[in-house]
C-alpha cells in the first residue's frame, strides 16, 4: 500500500509568516510522529500521537509550534510566527502501535525554509 | 537523552567493513537502526530487542549489549549502495512513546 505521504515537499515563506505542513500516515497506523532535521543534524522529536491519547507535546521547542491529528489520519503541523532558524527538514512518520518495538515509517519530508 | 554514535563519518572502499557504534546512558529496551539517503527519508533497516540475538539482513548485521547499553551495526564487504547516514534510535523500556535518536553517522562507500 501507500507510504507515508507529506506535503508540500518544499515550502519557502517570509519570516514572521505562520505555515503549516500535512502528514498522511499508513492506514492502520495508529502512532503518529513528528520530528524535525536540520542540516547535517540528526532527528528532533518534536511531538507523538497515539490513537486517542493524548499528544506528547514534550519535544516541541517553543509555543509557536502546534499540531494536530484527526483521529488516526491526517495531521498538521503549525509553525506560527516563523523565524529563520525553523529551517529545517520537518519529516514525519507512523507505526502500527506505540512502544519501542515499533518499526517506524518515515515520509519523504516538507523541506522549510524561512527566509 | 540522546545516544552518541561513533563514528561521526567514514569513508571506505567497495569491499571493506564497517562498524558503527551506538551508546546510551541509559537502560536500553530497543534499539532501532535507519538509514538514510541524501535528500530522502530515513529506511528501517533492523531492531534489537532486550534479550534479543544478533540480527542481520544481507551483509549488514547488528548486535546489542543490553549490559553496555549500546549497539553496533556492521556491514561487511561494503557496496557503493550503502552509502548514506546511518541512525539509531533507542527505546527504552516502559515508555509507549517514542525512539530517541542519534546525530547519526555519515558512511561513504567510494569505487
Known amino acids: 500500500g501507500a507510504g507515508v505521504s507529506q506535503s508540500p515537499s518544499n515550502k519557502v515563506t517570509e519570516k514572521g509568516k505562520d505555515v503549516e505542513l500535512r502528514c498522511d500516515p499508513i492506514s492502520g497506523h495508529t502512532a503518529l510522529y513528528w520530528y524535525r532535521q536540520r542540516l547535517g543534524q540528526g532527528l528532533e522529536f518534536l511531538i507523538y500521537f497515539q490513537g486517542n491519547s493524548a499528544p506528547d507535546k514534550s519535544g516541541l521547542p517553543s509555543d509557536r509550534f502546534s499540531a494536530e491529528r484527526t483521529g488516526e489520519s491526517v495531521s498538521t503541523l503549525t509553525i506560527q510566527r516563523t523565524q529563520q532558524e525553523d529551517s529545517a527538514v520537518y519529516l514525519c512518520?507512523?507505526?502500527?502501535?506505540?512502544?519501542?518495538?515499533?518499526?517506524?515509517?518515515f515520509g519523504p519530508g516538507t523541506r522549510l525554509t524561512v527566509l | 537523552q540522546q545516544p552518541v554514535q561513533s563514528p561521526q563519518a567514514v569513508i571506505l572502499r567497495e569491499g571493506e567493513d564497517a562498524v558503527i557504534n551506538c551508546s546510551s546512558s541509559?537502560?536500553?529496551?530497543?534499539v532501532h537502526w535507519y538509514r538514510q539517503k541524501h535528500g530522502e527519508a530515513p529506511i528501517f533497516l533492523m531492531i534489537l530487542l532486550k534479550g534479543g540475538e544478533q540480527k542481520g539482513h544481507d551483509k549488514i548485521s547488528a548486535s546489542f549489549n543490553e549490559k553496555k547499553q549500546q549497539s553496533s551495526l556492521y556491514l561487511t564487504a561494503s557496496q557503493l549502495s550503502y552509502s548514506g547516514t546511518y541512525f539509531c534510535?533507542?527505546?527504552?523500556?516502559?515508555?509507549?512513546?517514542?525512539?530517541?535518536f542519534g546525530s547519526g553517522t555519515q558512511l561513504t562507500v567510494l569505487p
Open positions: 534510535g533507542t527505546g527504552v523500556s516502559g515508555s509507549a512513546r517514542q525512539l530517541t
Open positions: 512518520a507512523s507505526s502500527p502501535g506505540a512502544g519501542p518495538l515499533n518499526t517506524q515509517y
Open positions: 541509559k537502560a536500553l529496551y530497543s
